[in-house]
């Protein structure tokens, strides 16, 4: 499954290369070769040479004796050079890598250097959920546990009513969470479905018993389930900024902090329908203060002072009307209804 990531990755980052890439803005204090090391990401690295570090793709270019010009590996050496007059970052590999044995492959794919930091991003890619709350309010839900526990875990079973086809055996057990509104409009953009584990159906019926075969948080009456869903999510991400302008606001930050930094989690009011998709940069816009003016001769006269650049986003998971972004970079504090638009 992770190799067809990275030919789709692959893919996008050769069409994005078409672009010009004299058109790039590179930092101003950018190295003429670098060589990529151990817990390197690729945003980092593009950091170094651009000023705008999703605008990797418009001068990547690969060495033709490179096999795999869509792994970058610790090791490799990256260049800046000119073609043309146009810069062009170019990646030059050592003559160990070209034949390696299909075991030393895979683990030489492990080692490969990601765009962002998985480790932050990877317990939202796999569980958490939004989902209408219709949906959620359709869905199964435990109706009782087993000795009238309060709380059950892996190993107990709990009795569930509402399954109606006899097939469904394997579920992800939920509860619902935050409601999202859209700040402007009022509608409702769905509801967190917070996930507490896995169970499996021992004995169906009109009340069911599920066995939990593995829990994350405790499940309680109430409780709803989902069928499991495959983990097909991307992981070698190609930063860029949306091909269209877009606008929207965080509507949610995680972990319940007041103040939004760097490698935070937040989520956008924009999704799917809006033509938001993964990989995609935004710009945030720390929302201007609506100030009394006291030099006017109205009293009551007020201003908004500018929105003020506070530092870029990844969208990294998306939903219908709701994404999920990771803060890449923070050049002031970030807070909630913070607005965000599509990147330089």
């Keep these: ?125 796999t569980k958490p959920r939004v989902v209408g709350t219709e949906v959620l309010d359709a869905a199964p839900y435990v109706v009782s546990t087993a000795d009238e526990r309060l709380l059950s875990g892996a190993g107990d079973y709990v009795y569930v009513r509402g399954i109606t086809d006899p097939d469904d055996t394997e579920f992800s057990v939920f509860r619902g969470g935050k409601i999202y509104f859209d700040p402007n409009t009022g509608e409702e953009l769905g509801v967190e479905a917070i996930y507490s584990g896995d169970g499996v159906i021992k004995q169906p019926g009109e009340i069911s018993t599920l066995d939990l075969t593995y829990t994350d948080r405790e499940v309680m009456v109430g409780d709803r389930l989902l069928a499991i869903e495959e983990e097909d999510f991307e992981l070698n991400f190609f930063p860029r900024a949306p091909s269209q302008p877009m606008e929207g606001m965080i509507i949610s930050v995680f972990d319940g902090v007041s103040q939004v930094g760097q490698y935070q989690i937040v989520v956008l009011n924009l999704g799917t329908r809006d033509g938001l998709e993964s990989g995609h940069v935004l710009s945030v816009y720390k929302a201007g203060k609506t100030i009394r003016d006291t030099v006017s001769a109205d009293r009551k006269a007020t201003v908004t002072l500018p929105d003020e650049h506070a530092g870029e986003a990844m969208v990294f998971k998306l939903y219908d009307k709701v994404s999920y972004a990771i803060v890449m970079k923070a050049t002031t504090s970030m807070h909630l209804f913070d607005k965000v638009r599509s990147a330089e």
């Design 1 to 125: 499954m992770m190799m067809r990531h990275i030919c789709l990755g692959l893919m996008a980052l050769l069409m994005s290369s078409t672009l010009l890439a004299n058109q790039v803005a590179l930092n101003p204090n950018h190295p003429e070769r670098y060589v990529v090391v151990k817990g390197d990401t690729l945003w980092d690295i593009s950091a170094k040479f651009l000023q705008y570090p999703w605008h990797w793709p418009e001068i990547w270019q690969v060495n033709p004796q490179v096999e795999n010009p869509h792994l970058i590996f610790p090791g490799d050496e990256l260049t800046l050079v000119y073609r043309d007059g146009r810069p062009v970052l170019e990646l030059n590999r050592g003559q160990q890598t070209f034949k390696l044995s299909p075991e030393m492959r895979e683990i030489r794919m492990d080692e490969a250097i990601h765009t962002i930091p998985l480790s932050i991003i990877r317990p939202f890619l």
